[in-house]
């Protein structure tokens, strides 16, 4: 197993009969479904799921798992996903892939939120490694850019798989990846974010996860957050 793997199966392990578990997307979280359903069969537990994803969704149902849609969504237990970035205070950027509305949604209205990653992932600061994924309403995005380049960022729109054209979230929209100057601060940078017109959503996620899942070395790290 690999450490992405061991992080996994350790979320499985701590979600409990009855439980609605929210399900996020990327390969960690694959590991994590495909864990969960293992656990389901073996144990018969009584399992409700729901996405963050369309492709999560398959998976899920391919396996096995209950999965309820979103909109139907009243309460969730424990919602459980990877990132991109963990910063030390706990903070963390997703969204690599397109699908950063939900996950954001999912791990906002759970009870818990585990985050599972390998320490590749671990960061001294928001954005050491990635760009910021921000999506953007397609007819906002160039007055959103300029906006964001008059605090100092530099990016573009992301382009699809074949670079032949924009990448379309699964909701439409369009997303710029945009690096910033490390003066600017990850809590105001959020604060920007949060109340820029135009921008559906973006990946830094702060005071949401309440524990993180480390694989390392063929060990488990975990993190208390909350
Ligand atoms: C998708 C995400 C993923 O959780 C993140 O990209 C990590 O992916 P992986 O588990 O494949 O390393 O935020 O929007």
Redesign the pocket.
């Known amino acids: 197993m690999n450490d ?1 793997q061991l992080a996994a199966c350790e979320a499985a392990n701590a979600v409990k009969n009855g439980m609605i578990v929210g399900l ?8 994590f479904i495909e864990a969960l359903a293992e656990r389901q069969n073996n144990e018969k537990l009584q399992i409700t799921t729901v996405s ?2 369309v492709i999560s969704f398959i998976k899920a149902k391919q396996l096995g798992l209950s999965v309820q849609s979103i909109e139907q969504l009243s309460h969730l237990d424990l919602y459980v ?4 970035e963990v910063s030390p205070d706990g903070t ?9 509305v939900k ?1 954001k949604i999912l791990a906002t209205a759970s009870q818990q939120f585990l985050v ?3 320490q590749s ?1 671990l960061v001294n600061r928001i954005g050491e490694k990635f760009a910021i ?1 921000i999506e953007v309403m397609p007819f906002a995005w160039q007055l959103v850019k300029n906006n964001l380049e008059e605090m100092g960022g530099t990016g573009n729109l992301r382009l699809n798989a074949n670079e032949d054209n924009v990448a379309i979230t699964a909701h439409g929209s369009l997303v710029l990846d945009m690096t910033f100057d490390t003066e600017i601060s990850t809590p105001l940078l959020n604060e920007h974010l949060n109340g820029l017109p135009g921008v559906v959503e973006h ?1 830094i996620f702060t005071n949401l996860a309440t524990t993180i899942l480390i694989g390392k070395d063929g060990k488990v790290e975990e993190r208390q957050l909350k």
Not at 24 to 31: K, L, R, V
Not at 81 to 84: E, N, P, R, S, V
Not at 92 to 99: A, F, I, M, Q, T
């Open positions: 992405k996020g997307t990327g390969s960690t979280a694959n590991y963050s994803s996903d990877g990132a991109d963390l950027l997703k969204g690599r892939g397109s699908d950063l996950e599972l990653v390998d992932k994924p990946g």
